[in-house]
């Protein structure tokens, strides 16, 4: 049985589906209880998913600065942990990650991460810079880790408020990870920030149809079965890639 290998006849191309909050719940749950993965797995295949796709978007050759360094926001639930994952992963592909994660999670989970990070001499900020200019001067770029569509925005309070108020204003690229942060996963908004850079993961969100910057697809290890029942239409990857620019 030919899984998903063979070439797909334009004319038949069904679109690919933009799931909501409700249905990306789902997914995870499926593949959690049913197809027994487990946490720490799917955050790790994210976030390295996250890293390989950074390197594409931004090579070393292309970045500005002297030195490669990149700030990495992380929030504090599941994106966040994504986020640690991501900077691990660009420390080993020879970025210069720092990252900033002002609520740290007491989930043993996160704690994990948090240390592979520091044993990998990752640098964490105590505080966010609030002159803009720090931030542009110091890093070629932002990986926003901070709100997943996981969040609830009526329940986001500081220090998140004033990140995302520090965030509209940076000069330099922003690239979010899932969600941009302050979107609404289901609702296309632009209140939150406006990254030039969008990582969906495992499949878009809703909120993505009306994203204009450049939006990549990561994260390639969705069952075939799942992929069907929810009919996400996802793209051909190209070769043994993880990630594929839609």
Not at 141 to 162: H, M, R, S
Request: net charge negative; proline share 8%.
């Amino acid at each position: 049985m030919n899984h998903g290998s063979s070439e797909k006849d334009p004319e038949t191309v069904e679109p690919l589906r933009y799931l909501s909050k409700t249905e990306m719940i789902a997914i995870e749950t499926e593949l959690l209880k049913d197809y027994r993965f487990g946490q720490q797995q799917l955050i790790e295949m994210w976030g390295y998913a996250c890293a390989v796709t950074i390197t594409k978007a931004y090579p070393l050759s292309s970045l500005s600065k002297k030195q490669p360094t990149v700030l990495v926001i992380c929030g504090p639930e599941q994106n966040g942990s994504i986020g640690l994952v991501c900077a691990r992963h660009l420390r080993i592909f020879e970025y210069e990650p720092t990252i900033y994660y002002p609520k740290r999670s007491p989930h043993s989970l996160n704690q994990d991460f948090t240390v592979q990070c520091e044993k990998m001499d990752i640098p964490f900020l105590s505080y966010l810079p609030t002159e803009v200019q720090l931030i542009n001067d110091a890093y070629n770029l932002v990986i926003d880790a901070i709100l997943g569509p996981e969040t609830d925005l009526k329940d986001v309070k500081e220090p998140y408020c004033g990140i995302l108020a520090t965030l509209k204003q940076v000069k330099i690229p922003i690239a979010s990870v899932d969600v941009p942060s302050g979107w609404d996963s289901d609702v296309p908004s632009k209140d939150g920030i406006n990254p030039e850079v969008l990582i969906s993961l495992m499949a878009p969100k809703k909120c993505a149809a009306v994203f204009s910057g450049k939006h990549f697809l990561a994260g390639r290890f969705l069952p075939y079965d799942m992929q069907k029942k929810y009919e996400l239409n996802l793209p051909e990857f190209p070769g043994t890639e993880c990630f594929i620019e839609l």
